[in-house]
């Protein structure tokens, strides 16, 4: 099977902390002088897309806002297509894709609740907050499912675990937009004007990266070990990856030798 094009996840993969992971700005422009079509597919829900793509800049990766997909992104275009109203339990700068595209906000009386990852953000009345909206009949709409992410001091939740606590307090179920959903993936390759079997997804989660896009019918599914990877994880998820590197530098090296 030949792959022609590939989805590159960006935290832990692309970036570490505070820093590009070395080798890894002068991998992706490998990428781009030998024509390889890539998109950035994120789960980041902290910054928008313009935010995300200024940070990569700074940190030498060539990057532009149109080439990430986002869950922010995905929500936005549900809310917009079903015309509902919104409250945004994001972050603040998080908050220019949904404004950039048009949703209606609402802090009174949304149509539903789009739950990010807060941050320091985040406080117990803001819990609450979310808590009477969905106990109000709201929709919840969670940007993404994964559980943590490495940040620059270590380990941090992500929005899966909230997600799942307001799940359980209110027996809502929430619409999941972003990875580990299919449609994010299927979104990407008609960007890219693939089929989802010619693509390919690197990441640093075996599950929400790796194990999902091979679910949601990609090629081949690649597992680095940088980020928030732990010995033993290609082998934790079905399916499993289907190759390992030991970061994104050695697998572009491989890739383009191939």
Do not use: C
């Amino acid at each position: 099977m030949r792959i022609k094009a590939l989805l590159l996840d960006v935290d832990g993969v692309l970036t570490q902390g505070n820093a590009a992971v070395p080798g890894a700005p002068a991998a992706l422009q490998a990428l781009v002088e030998r024509g390889v079509p890539f998109r950035l597919v994120t789960n980041s829900t902290q910054r928008s897309r313009a935010t995300l793509a200024q940070r990569l800049r700074s940190f030498g990766f060539s990057v532009d806002p149109a080439m990430i997909f986002s869950p922010a992104v995905a929500a936005a275009r549900y809310l917009t297509e079903q015309g509902k109203t919104a409250y945004l339990a994001t972050r603040e700068d998080a908050g220019a894709d949904f404004r950039e595209l048009g949703v209606a906000l609402d802090d009174q009386h949304p149509n539903a609740i789009v739950l990010g990852d807060l941050g320091e953000d985040l406080t117990y009345a803001e819990l609450n907050r979310v808590l009477r909206f969905l106990l109000g009949g709201a929709e919840l709409i969670a940007l993404g499912g994964t559980l943590y992410w490495h940040a620059a001091d270590g380990p941090a939740l992500d929005v899966g675990p909230f997600t799942a606590l307001f799940e359980h307090a209110t027996g809502v179920k929430a619409r999941t937009l972003g990875k580990p959903d299919p449609a994010i993936f299927a979104e990407a390759a008609r960007a890219l004007g693939v089929a989802t079997r010619e693509l390919a997804m690197v990441g640093d989660d075996a599950g929400v990266d790796v194990a999902a896009a091979k679910r949601a019918g990609l090629g081949f599914g690649v597992l680095v070990q940088t980020g928030k990877y732990r010995p033993g994880d290609e082998s934790r998820q079905i399916p499993a990856p289907d190759a390992v590197y030991p970061s994104f530098p050695s697998f572009v090296g491989a890739f383009l030798e191939h």
